[in-house]
């Protein structure tokens, strides 16, 4: 299988009103996308913010489970959390998995919404496993990705669509059901 990365953009990203802005980063979504990435292999889940306060509040959640009481508290936690880096920017996780890898990632982007040229689950699963390329995955916060970055997009992975009119998942659930569709067991 390719190399796979995720991405949480908290800026550039949408408000309900359609506006651009910078989203706050949470615990939970930190904890629960690394545990989902450590599950299914992703080699190194990025948090990208601009404020510089909220990476600092996302190392110390990192450092609790790295180091401080957390580390000894729940150790597998702490394997999840290791594949944790935070990043100012788009630009900067480009150039990191560009450096780790030798390789440009091929660049997939997410939304709750349909857009033209969607790429389905099953064409990415096919490609992750004959492409030997970097994938990353952006996953937005808020009300998802900002135009500027959907434009940027080498792949629009298809929505997530359940049974009802109802569409709004949280990213941690997104993430994790988007994981399983590419890397789960079939």
């Not at 099953?122 to 135009?147: C, E, M």
Request: hydrophobic letters at 45%; glycine letters at 6%.
């Amino acid at each position: 299988m390719a190399d796979l990365f995720l991405a949480l953009i908290h800026h550039p990203v949408l408000d309900k009103n359609g506006q651009v802005v910078t989203t706050a980063v949470t615990n939970m979504d930190i904890h629960d996308i690394a545990r989902s990435a450590c599950t299914y292999g992703v080699r190194r889940f990025f948090v990208v913010t601009p404020v510089r306060a909220l990476r600092v509040l996302a190392e110390r959640i990192l450092d609790h489970w790295e180091t401080g009481f957390g580390s000894t508290y729940n150790a597998t936690r702490k394997e999840a959390l290791a594949l944790v880096a935070i990043e100012p920017d788009l630009d900067g996780t480009l150039m990191t998995i560009e450096r780790q890898t030798g390789l440009r990632p091929t660049l997939v982007v997410t939304s709750a919404r349909s857009h033209p040229d969607t790429i389905s689950f099953a064409a990415l699963r096919a490609r992750l496993a004959s492409q030997p390329v970097p994938f990353l995955i952006l996953l937005g916060t808020g009300w998802g990705l900002a135009p500027a970055v959907l434009q940027r997009a080498d792949l629009r992975l298809e929505p997530i669509v359940g049974p009802t009119a109802y569409n709004h998942l949280s990213v941690r659930s997104a993430a994790a059901i988007i994981l399983d569709r590419l890397y789960g067991a079939r």
